[in-house]
């Protein structure tokens, strides 16, 4: 894969060019990583799986807000980027001033905000009622931001932390902006049998407006459950990289680079959750998006 463009940076998994006239190019590697180590193993295709469902959610949420992307297609490119194996794993988009703090909108109780709750009764510093058990539905989705750590994790900061950071007026709208597109994504995705319990937002501002940016409701970003596994009290299923979590976590490992090999089944069965959340999600054949089966 050749991109003949002025590179900007590389995180775990995007990589990211200048593409000329306040275009960027976003490639989605295949690349994944588990307890912030990125593994020696790619999964087959696990870009072109987040590039196609931001695509999908881009298109389908459009009247809640507008977003950088200009195209998918390689042919819309520039000259230096025009190379067949980026079909399906890159998209061309208006470069956007993006918030410095993550949009993070949940539906249920997990992850960090349940680490939180259990030990003070409190997500993001804010009272929750009695009672709740891990997975429990919140009584309402809530936004909850955090920090963006150029190291390490992001912290989780209250609503008044986020007015502090960006101002009290484009805080507001960018809660009400991230609320909609949350309640709307969840709403599609449980008619197609899946739980959104919590997503990640990147916002950015484009001519003064805020716009949707990156990725959008994808594996990496969202907590995807099987609603017919969802048991309030326990861990449902994701559709992520869970069975690399899982290998790991089995093993004796310190979680610090160099990570371990993951087996070929390790990589398979990866494979095959991203490909069912992308499917499950949109209605559509993975199969038929740009590039998938070329190596």
């Not at 009672?131 to 955090?146: I, N």
């Not at 390490?152 to 609320?179: K, P, Q, T, W, Y």
């Not at 970003?221 to 099987?226: G, T």
Request: glycine share 8%.
């Amino acid at each position: 894969m050749t991109v003949d463009l002025p590179h900007r940076y590389s995180g775990k998994v995007r990589d990211i060019y200048d593409a000329g006239d306040d275009r960027l190019l976003l490639v989605a590697s295949d690349r994944i990583s588990a307890f912030d180590v990125v593994m020696a193993e790619p999964i087959p295709d696990k870009g072109r799986v987040l590039t196609a469902v931001s695509a999908f959610w881009f298109e389908v949420l459009a009247d809640v807000v507008g977003s950088h992307l200009i195209s998918t297609d390689v042919t819309d490119f520039p000259a230096g980027a025009q190379d067949a194996d980026l079909a399906g794993r890159s998209m061309l988009v208006r470069r956007a001033e993006m918030l410095p703090i993550e949009c993070i909108v949940r539906g249920y109780l997990t992850g960090s905000a349940w680490k939180e709750y259990r030990r003070d009764g409190t997500m993001h510093g804010t009272p929750l009622p009695d009672g709740l058990l891990e997975s429990s539905q919140l009584p309402e989705p809530v936004f909850t931001p955090s920090t963006k750590a150029d190291a390490g994790h992001d912290e989780n900061i209250s609503f008044a932390a986020a007015c502090d950071l960006i101002g009290a007026e484009l805080a507001e709208r960018a809660r009400a902006i991230a609320l909609a597109l949350y309640g709307r994504g969840a709403a599609l995705a449980a008619d197609r049998g899946i739980i959104i319990a919590d997503t990640k937002f990147e916002l950015g501002l484009i001519d003064g407006e805020l716009v949707l940016a990156d990725e959008v409701m994808t594996p990496d970003s969202s907590r995807f459950w099987p609603a017919d596994r969802w048991i309030p009290g326990t861990t449902p299923p994701s559709f992520d990289k869970q069975p690399v979590r899982d290998f790991l976590d089995a093993l004796d490992w310190d979680k610090q680079a160099p990570p371990p090999p993951l087996p070929p089944e390790v990589v398979d069965a990866t494979h095959e959750r991203y490909v069912e959340a992308y499917e499950r999600i949109t209605g559509r054949r993975f199969a038929d998006w740009p590039g998938v089966g070329t190596a």
